[in-house]
T-cell receptor, first 112, second 115 residues
Framework: NAGVTQTPKFRVLKTGQSMTLLCAQD?????MYWYRQDPGMGLRLIHY???????AKGEVPDGYNVSRLKKQNFLLGLESAAPSQTSVYFC???????????FGQGTRLTVV | QQQVKQSPQSLIVQKGGIPIINCAYE??????FPWYQQFPGKGPALLIA?????SEKKEGRFTISFNKSAKQFSLHIMDSQPGDSATYFC??????????????FGTGTKLQVIP
């Protein structure tokens, strides 16, 4: 029972490079989320999805894009990475809104 | 604009002590108040959650106290153990149009329980 799996776990990017973070869940959850975690800032919602084919902006969406082509996958893209995007990124999923969200183990991204 | 304010930022207690973490919110539309526990290198995991129709909820050694009129809620850890050392996040959730979920997290409290 894998739960929520994030790929990769670590990545170093140069400014201006692009990359995609993959999140996969095997719990058949409708709702999926991408958060970033920075020291002293807590968890901030980047984008979320309420079902296959749908996405919506969260608190800090600028510089990121997402796609939910399959129910079990939620991709987070950085088209042109900036040092301000250095962070730990967490994906989460939930069956219904405002109930327990299950988090992945995170992706530590450094942009140099 | 920080909608959920959490304090303290860090906390050190001795084994057996009762650490208390406080959170305050502004948005009266919030109707779901979870607490998450995060160990280093791991993702957050739900610890306990409360709805505004109750004033207290206990699960094992963890208790949430909720004061709707003051718009405050707190986490108490009874008989704290070194294994409770982690970062704790409070959060508050509200529904939005279309049934979308919005959960806002506090900034976290790093708890250290010393033997």
């Amino acid at each position: 029972n894998a739960g929520v799996t994030q790929t990769p776990k670590f990545r170093v990017l140069k400014t201006g490079q692009s990359m995609t973070l993959l999140c996969a869940q095997d719990m058949n959850h409708e709702y999926m989320y991408w958060y970033r975690q920075d020291p002293g800032m807590g968890l901030r919602l980047i984008h979320y999805s309420v079902g296959e084919g749908t996405t919506a902006k969260g608190e800090v969406p600028d510089g990121y894009n997402v796609s939910r082509l399959k129910k079990q996958n939620f991709l987070l893209g950085l088209e042109s990475a900036a040092p301000s995007q250095t962070s730990v990124y967490f994906c989460a999923s939930s069956y219904l809104p405002r109930i327990e969200a299950f988090f992945g183990q995170g992706t530590r991204l450094t942009v140099v | 604009q920080q909608q959920v304010k959490q304090s303290p930022q860090s906390l050190i207690v001795q084994k057996g002590g009762i650490p208390i973490i406080n959170c305050a919110y502004e948005n009266t539309a919030f109707d779901y108040f979870p607490w998450y526990q995060q160990f280093p290198g791991k993702g957050p995991a739900l610890l306990i959650a409360i709805r505004p129709d109750v004033s207290e909820k206990k699960e094992g050694r963890f208790t949430i106290s909720f004061n709707k009129s003051a718009k405050q809620f707190s986490l108490h850890i009874m008989d704290s153990q070194p294994g409770d050392s982690a970062t704790y996040f409070c959060a508050a959730g509200a529904g939005e149009s279309g049934g979308y979920q919005k959960v806002t997290f506090g900034t976290g409290t790093k708890l250290q329980v010393i033997p």
